[in-house]
Structures are given as C-alpha cells and as structure tokens.
C-alpha cells in the first residue's frame, strides 16, 4: 500500500513539475518557429487577443490582435528566411494565473538579430509578447 502511494504521489509530482516547466519549453518551441519561418506554428502559440510589441528594428510598434501579430510575422520571416536559433538565460516564472518567460535570443541569418524576449502566458497560450532588439545583448555563442 505505501509503494501504491508512493508511486502515486511520484506521478503527481512528475505531472506538477512538467506543467510547471511547459511555458519555458513552448517559448523554445515560438523561438524555433521564428527562426524556420512557419507562421502558421507561430500563431498556435498565441491566445485569441495576443499583443506583440515590436521595440526596434524596421518592425518596431505595437501589434494588437491575431491578424496584426500574423502581418508583422509574415514580414518578418520572409525577409528572414532560415535563420538559426539560440537561446541563453531561458528563465520562467509561474503561479496559478500564468507564466513569464524572459530570455536572451539571437537569431542568426546574414547577420544577427539579437533579441531581449519577454513573453507572457495565460492558460498555456502567448497573450503578450515584447520582441527586444538589443545590438549588446550578451548570448550564448553558436
């Protein structure tokens, strides 16, 4: 009987802590759709009303709604074809009402897109979403 429990309480645990880690591996998952260029993944991520702001860059404004946040990712991609991607200082915060993930991004084409990432999420999707060019971001080397 204590095994039962014990191998209960395991699985629930296991469960808790994966839940808990989802929004740091969905932030790596929106960062690799980026860098491929598949908007239709990119846009899977999002809720129904997600914000993008968009600070610096050609790109730069506030980006409101699914159709906005799609125009400026379609922009983005298709002057940035296959790019690659690496992410440095992925950090999480959660609680029962959502999760922010913050981490240091480059993207790495004809020349690199260094991105400070803020992005906020609400029952598992993206609802904002802060895309930071930072010419001295500080990344992991490739």
Known sequence: ML????????????????????????????????ATGDVSAIMQQYGAQPVLEWVGGPLDGTYVGADKVREAWGKFTKGNPNLKVSADKVEESANPKGATVTANVVFQG??????????????GKIVDEIWQIDPK????AY
């Open 3 to 34: 095994k039962k429990i014990l191998s209960a309480t395991a699985v629930s645990l296991a469960i808790a802590s994966s839940a808990l880690a989802a929004p740091a591996d969905d932030a790596k998952a929106h960062f690799n759709a980026i």
């Open 110 to 123: 004809q020349s690199a897109i260094k991105v400070r990432y803020v992005l906020t999420y609400r029952d």
């Open 137 to 140: 971001l500080a990344a992991a």
